[in-house]
């Protein structure tokens, strides 16, 4: 059985979502890093949260990289590979981020 394909219209307006929410993540890790080394505490449980929270902003950057170069390609089974990859960068940097925000809740505060 094939799967169905959808229309490009709707696969360019998925990126763009995408894209937003990614960017508006990676900032969001940023500010989460700059704000606990703010706060300055130094014990362990801050630093692996807070390099977590960096790993999670890096991923989601290139997640951002990703997405433009999907919306940018003009050959179709480039574009279906990109869109493969983010969807695993993006759900691997989500997961880290949801881990993170355990990690500083339950040892941080």
Known sequence: MT???RPA???RE?????LSVSATLAGLSV???ALMKTLGRKSGSVT??????A????????NCYLIF???KTSKTSLANLLVSVLDVVFLVALTLMTG???VMVYTVW
């Open 31 to 33: 500010t989460v890093v």
């Open 69 to 71: 170069w999907a919306l």
């Open 3 to 5: 799967k169905p394909l």
């Open 100 to 102: 993170a925000a355990f």
């Open 9 to 11: 219209t709707w696969l």
């Open 55 to 62: 790993v999670c902003a890096l991923l989601f950057l290139a």
């Open 14 to 18: 998925d990126l763009l979502h995408l």
């Open 48 to 53: 692996i949260a807070d390099d977590m929270f």
